[in-house]
């Protein structure tokens, strides 16, 4: 799939493609000791061909259970999943095997044989579906290749970096060219820099070989930086669906928001988000997403209104594509004047939150000077 | 101690029907402690892969399977060697036609290392990372191929390490072989080092049992720390 069409699916939900991945009213429950848990409670959405997806939430939100459930490796309990055309709820024993060939799997702890050397690790897969010895020789040597692991074939795990090691997670689950890649929290071990260079490789895959990537995690970042579409699950539930630039911008639901409250107090310094304020000091997030922005509305704002803005956080990044700035900006002067203010941002498009101060608890952690949390 | 007693210990030495004789036991040795060493690890593996499989929540769960062979190995377990050797004489005669001699007691030396093997089976292959176990799973491998490319393959270094113990175990247990004439170095030790007052025999026996385990050790280690890249 081109990077254009990508581009512009990225706002619409809308697919002329038949999906790749079809989850229907899946449902999943744990018996623990008496108390029954509901891992996954009516779960129903589709991945398209070429797409990365997502899936978002906190930890114990159900997502490993979900992802499991795509490849069988966890039977729901009620409910279908349909793979490339195949009913994977409905298969059992060797066609199940067979149809797994066809799903590639990366993990959080990399889960490589530690008795096999990288070599041998990339080969597995090709050896268990009885590929001839010559091809199997070649597919791995055009792998190491492409995770530029050439020169550590005959290396052992144990030698490897986590970075590395993810990469012949990596090359493993591309050896037996499969339809769809699984990512069950595969960077969440990585330190942020190695995160991101192992993304990069994700990301380069879905372009170059327009492979499907359906991800789970609990990093908004990892989202952000290379998915074209997510979901956010909660308590078992899915509670939104949407292109990243939308899902990110304005939340729909209560998980989202709270995920993207998390998320701002992360980026933004804490002693900011407490500063005093009142009906005449109010302290605001403006999201600009796309179109708005181009436009000076936040001049606009002080030419046009007897108001004070005070920028003391900024930061523009991709989302999913598509440019998003995000300001935090304290709003000074009469509470009629304040609020008017809030309306003609709102009015012009910018995405408006209001800031209310963190509550105690985290309100007493100190944080850390950050580079990029200056304030104007 | 003076040196008439001391030549009247070591004197026995001398004799080279003597050392003939400890060739001999070492040999018969050798020969039980391999063969119910290769004998058991043969019984043992497969009965410590069924444990492990049939446990809970692993590849192949079966509790009414797994609690039996709990039970079945844990009564070999518990059973004194020296009982077991006995009580088992007519399944020995049945296998090897008498119930006398070296090859005699291999049968209960192997019957006795088989359960001893599978626990320590079962313990290497509990030591497999189940994510391993998992990612194979996820990409399509079979049972079998689980099994043998992936479990034992994986649990190799601490296969080996328990090997190591097991034979060092039936050289202890092959001692006692000489209750049914199985003859071995312990037997030798005890005909003539204590039963006959020659205690030369006895320190020199003990001496070449000692370093026989201290080569078993060695040599067992070094092959596990060959084949561990972990």
Redesign the interface.
Same mark, same amino acid.
């Given at each position: 799939m081109a990077v254009a069409t990508q581009a512009a699916g990225i706002l619409s939900d809308s697919r002329e493609a038949a999906p790749l991945v079809e989850v229907e009213h899946l449902t999943k429950r744990f018996r623990q000791g008496r108390r029954e848990i509901v891992a996954l409670d009516d779960v129903s959405f589709a991945v398209y061909p070429g797409e990365i997806f997502g899936v978002m939430g906190l930890s114990g939100a159900g997502k490993s259970t979900l992802i499991r459930c795509i490849?069988l490796?966890e039977r729901p309990d009620a409910g279908r999943v349909t793979v490339a055309g195949q009913e994977m709820t409905r298969l059992t024993g060797?066609s199940l *095997?067979? !149809?797994?060939?066809r /799903?590639g *799997?990366i $993990?959080q702890?990399f !889960?490589?044989?530690?008795?096999?050397t990288v070599a041998g690790n990339v080969a $597995?897969?090709l050896? /268990? !579906?009885g590929f001839p010895r010559p091809e199997i020789r070649r597919r791995v040597d055009e792998l190491l290749e492409l995770v530029g692991l050439s020169d550590r074939a005959a290396a052992?795990?144990?030698q490897l970096s986590g970075g590395q090691k993810q990469r012949v997670g990596i090359a493993?689950a591309l050896a037996?060219e499969p339809v769809l890649l699984?990512s069950d929290e595969a960077t969440s071990a990585l330190d942020p820099e190695t995160t991101l260079s192992v993304l990069r490789l994700l990301q380069e895959i879905n372009r170059r070989m327009g492979l499907t990537i359906l991800m789970i995690t609990h990093e908004m970042h990892v989202i952000r930086e290379i998915c074209h579409r997510v979901a956010v699950i909660d308590q078992g539930r899915l509670v939104e669906i949407g292109p990243v630039a939308q899902v990110f911008s304005r939340p729909q639901s209560e998980a989202g928001q709270r995920l993207l409250r998390a998320q701002l107090q992360e980026d933004v310094p804490a002693d900011i988000l407490n500063r005093p304020r009142d009906s005449s000091h109010r302290l605001f997030r403006l999201g600009f997403l796309g179109e708005v922005a181009h436009e000076p509305v936040v001049a606009e704002v002080v030419r046009t209104l007897p108001v004070m803005l005070n920028v003391l956080f900024g930061r523009i990044e991709q989302l999913g594509g598509v440019p998003w700035g995000r300001l935090v900006v304290e709003i000074s002067g009469t509470p009629a004047a304040v609020e008017e203010a809030r309306q003609y941002l709102k009015r012009r498009g910018v995405e408006v939150e209001e800031i209310r101060p963190v509550d105690q608890e985290s309100a007493a952690v100190p944080s850390p000077a950050r580079v990029e949390g200056g304030a104007a | 101690m003076g040196w008439e007693s001391l030549s009247a210990l070591l004197g026995p030495l001398g004799s080279p029907f003597l050392w003939q004789q400890m060739t001999q036991a070492l040999k018969e040795t050798l020969l039980m402690v391999s063969l119910s060493l290769v004998l058991a690890e043969l019984g043992g593996l497969p009965l410590g892969v069924l444990l492990v499989v049939s446990g809970p929540g692993h590849l192949r769960p079966n509790p009414v399977l797994h609690h039996v062979l709990g039970i079945v190995v844990n009564v070999g377990r518990s059973l004194p060697f020296i009982i077991l050797m006995v009580a088992i004489i007519p399944f020995t005669r049945l296998i090897v036609g008498t119930s006398i001699g070296t090859w005699a007691a291999i049968v209960p030396l192997t019957v006795a290392a088989i359960p001893f093997v599978a626990r320590l089976v079962e313990t290497s292959l509990l030591e497999v990372d189940p994510g391993v176990i998992e990612a194979a799973q996820a990409m399509g491998a079979s049972f079998s191929q689980i099994i043998g490319r992936v479990l034992l393959p994986e649990a190799l270094p601490s296969l080996i390490a328990g090997a190591t113990i097991t034979a060092i175990n039936l050289v202890g247990y092959s001692a006692m072989a000489g209750a049914i004439g199985g003859g071995g170095l312990g037997d030798l030790a005890i005909r003539y080092g204590y039963q006959r007052f020659q205690v030369g025999v006895m320190i020199v026996t003990v001496v070449i049992l000692v370093l026989f385990v201290q080569v078993v050790q060695v040599v067992g280690d070094s092959l596990a720390r060959r084949v561990d890249h972990r």
């Open positions: 490849n490796l060797r *095997m067979q !149809a797994r060939r /799903i *799997m $993990f702890h !889960a490589l044989l530690s008795s096999r $597995f897969p050896e /268990i !579906a052992y795990p144990s493993r037996p699984l | -």
